[in-house]
């Protein structure tokens, strides 16, 4: 342990033998602080995720500078589907120790995969979007909302919280009670779901306990066990062979009027139940179809009324030259409109489309409809173009590397491995001009990644080749 205030190694005194700094509440601090990290890391071990959490918390709260308190915290957080705050810990924890650090590993563990990464913070926004809707007393689009969110982070326990919540809200015990074990299964710790299993439980397992007897002005006395009055007589019967033969009859008619006023609706409500939770889960499938259907009506009715305006615009011929890019937009957007899986022949139209053509800078609405066109396909296109160029990459073939991954590049800004290696290509091929400017833009626009490492180490190898 060193010193706060000089950082010179501190011994067994209450104060630093270089500076003379107090630091006795200062080691208290930081034994307190690490006997709480010792408390969570056991706590982490059952699973009881939520009272790591607290306990880490408090660590970091004790001490900012504990940096294995803050990795746990990030595992955990990670664990329980909270990306955004695990990446946060990790990103804290590396500013605070850069090398020797567990956390850069984590980072670029994570990093490695790219597409997780986005598939979970995609998820975060889902789950603000169903929390809207919820609030907005919309359930039925929450719990669709929420099922899509646990299809692609199924240990996001936010969203297992809040589907269960809305099940308890619908009465729909048996789904709040498998929801709850899921939950604890991740985190046997967490009182929110082990506070709606109660309600659950409490629910399908009502109280069975006998109500007091009372006697009724007659001879016989009633008592409730359950949901069945149990009448018997409140003396022994004296009486012959027919007394005993009425008892027998009456007894009989009174446990088919039991059975058909007690027994027979309980049924009833049960198979009411069943066919009620049939309805909505197909109408939980109908909803989202309907809501996937009309964003789609939505998207062609937009492409095609710009189509339709460029054309009346432009009167544009087929085959020229000169409006060869107009031409091949026009065609991969009705390839789209009439078969949205065929990739293919869209991306062979999209391969002609140059964003910096004269067409392109002078006609608005052909810029228009570029970005809105690019904005539905350009991420699936720009995985196929960037798959492509890569390859073409591996195989040392620059010039149709440059071609496919400045496509990719085009369509989707938001891939930082096709503008590092559309860097590559440039390097590579000699053209360190544009090399220098692809490296500086994922400086720029991806900081604190390896990508962004690395091409600061190729910037300063391409400054030390021209000098």
């Not at 408090?58 to 990795?71: E, F, K, P, T, V």
């Not at 002005?217 to 027919?242: K, W």
């Not at 500086?440 to 990508?451: A, H, K, L, Q, W």
Request: glycine share 6%; with cysteine; proline share 2%.
């Amino acid at each position: 342990m060193r010193c706060y205030a000089c950082g010179n190694e501190l011994t067994e005194q209450d104060f630093c033998t270089a500076c003379g700094a107090d630091v006795g509440y200062y080691k208290k601090v930081r034994y307190l602080s690490n006997r709480l990290y010792n408390e969570a890391l056991d706590k982490a071990r059952v699973r009881d995720l939520s009272g790591a959490v607290k306990c880490l918390r408090q660590s970091i709260r004790l001490y900012r500078g504990n940096i294995d308190a803050r990795n746990l915290l990030g595992l955990v957080y990670y664990e329980t589907g909270e990306v955004v705050a695990a990446l946060t810990e990790w990103v804290i924890s590396k500013n605070l120790r850069e090398s020797k650090n567990l956390a850069g590993h984590l980072l670029d563990e994570v990093q490695k995969e790219s597409q997780r990464l986005e598939t979970l913070g995609r998820t975060a926004k889902k789950y603000n979007l169903a929390l809207s809707y919820a609030r907005q007393e919309s359930y039925d689009l929450a719990i669709i909302q929420l099922k899509r969110i646990l299809q692609l982070n199924p240990g996001f326990l936010r969203a297992r919280e809040l589907l269960a919540l809305l099940y308890l809200r619908a009465g729909e015990y048996e789904r709040v009670r498998l929801e709850c074990n899921r939950c604890l299964r991740i985190d046997s710790g967490n009182t929110t779901a082990k506070r709606y299993l109660r309600e659950a439980q409490t629910a399908l397992m009502p109280s069975d306990q006998k109500r007091p007897r009372r006697r009724d002005s007659g001879d016989v006395v009633r008592y409730q066990s359950g949901n069945e009055t149990i009448i018997q007589p409140s003396r022994p019967v004296i009486g012959g062979g027919a007394l005993s033969l009425g008892t027998a009859v009456a007894g009989i008619a009174i446990g088919l009027a039991i059975g058909w006023f007690l027994i027979l609706p309980t049924r009833v409500s049960r198979v009411q139940q069943a066919f009620r939770q049939e309805v909505a889960s197909v109408s939980e499938e109908s909803d989202a179809k309907s809501v996937q259907i009309r964003n789609l009506e939505q998207e062609s009715t937009s492409l095609k009324e710009q189509i339709t305006e460029l054309e009346r615009q432009a009167a544009i011929p087929g085959d020229t030259q000169e409006h060869r890019t107009a031409d091949a937009l026009m065609q991969a957007v009705s390839s789209y409109l009439a078969d949205r899986e065929d990739l293919t022949a869209i991306k062979s139209y999209m391969a002609d489309v140059e964003r910096d053509a004269p067409e392109m800078k002078e006609n608005a609405s052909l810029r228009k409809l570029y970005a809105d066109f690019a904005a539905i396909v350009g991420r699936d296109l720009g995985d196929m173009f960037y798959k492509e160029g890569y390859e073409s990459y591996r195989e040392e073939d620059d010039t149709a590397a440059i071609a496919s991954l400045s496509r990719a590049w085009e369509l989707d800004e938001t891939n930082e491995d096709a503008l590092f290696w559309l860097g590559r290509a440039y390097y590579r091929s000699g053209d360190a001009d544009n090399a220098r400017k692809a490296f500086e833009t994922v400086i720029d626009d991806f900081p604190d990644t390896s990508r962004a490492k690395d091409a600061q180490d190729l910037i300063a190898e391409i400054n030390n080749a021209g000098t």
